[in-house]
């Protein structure tokens, strides 16, 4: 974005210079040779394009990490289990450290508090669900004339507002468990989301510059081994459990 804010006031300020800025910029193209005049422009938008794909790749995984953050926490104070307990500190730990490997590509969605639940998400919803109905009926009347072009949808926005709906879900879930349900739940939660997180990494690795790929895939060995560790407790959550209904059944 800051590339194309530059190129567009370059742009603007050779629009309002004099018609001689035009004619000795004329001139200097008919001496340069012309692999030069074609070459640098196309190495320097190749370098953007990657830049700008690096920033939205990083930023999608870095709320996925967010969200992690924000449930674990969550799981820390209320797990009963010792070694659940000890898990979702790993997690606050790790995809953490993560985050400051990710800064550098996309800054904002790395900040502590991005994905922190605003004051006005209920009061939004609210006025989202009371002008629906309105605007429906607007668009169903515009049956002449030209209609008004959608909006573009933007995805890492998108991202987002999905990421801060699944932290309200998981703890409002998490908030009805006690005692080992809570710990099953929450371990079953962070199978289904490494997972997700596993599948979502080997994707972006295809698509990300020689820069940022070591950089995922560091996140894709970390997610892999959250996943088998997570997969062993909710083994033994299992075993616990079982157990406490075999002795239940004797007495």
């Known amino acids: 974005m800051k590339l194309q804010k530059l190129v567009a ?16 910029q004329q001139q200097v193209q008919q001496k340069t040779p012309q692999t030069q005049v074609q070459g640098q422009p196309a190495q320097v938008g190749q370098r953007a394009q ?10 999608c995984v870095a709320i996925g990490n967010q969200e992690e953050i924000a449930i674990a926490k969550f799981a820390e104070e209320k797990a009963d289990n010792p070694e659940v307990k000890e898990f979702a500190k790993m997690l606050v730990k790790d995809h953490q450290a993560f985050l400051q490997k990710l800064q550098r590509y996309a800054p904002e969605a790395t900040r502590d508090g991005y994905l922190m639940e605003r004051e006005q998400s ?11 109905q309105p605007r429906a009926q607007s668009v169903i009347q515009q049956t002449a004339g030209t209609q008004e072009a959608p909006q573009q949808l933007d995805f890492v926005a998108l991202h987002r507002e999905l990421a801060e709906n699944c932290i309200r879900q998981a703890k409002q ?3 009805k468990k006690e005692g080992a349900k809570f710990d099953e739940c929450f371990i079953g939660h962070q199978i289904a989301k490494h997972g997700e997180m596993k599948n979502k990494l080997t994707v972006f690795e295809r698509h990300a510059s020689a820069e940022l790929n070591p950089i995922l895939a560091s996140g894709l060995e970390t997610t892999e081994k959250h996943l088998k560790r997570a997969e062993e407790l909710m083994k033994k959550l299992a075993d616990s459990d079982s157990t406490r209904n075999k002795q239940a059944s004797t007495k």
Request: aromatic share 4%.
């Open 173 to 175: 879930e998490l908030s």
């Open 122 to 132: 209920a009061a939004n919803e609210n006025q989202r669900n009371n002008t629906a």
């Open 9 to 24: 006031v370059a742009v603007c300020g050779g629009c309002l210079g004099s018609a001689n800025f035009a004619q000795a």
């Open 50 to 59: 990657w830049q700008n794909s690096d920033q939205q790749l990083a930023t």
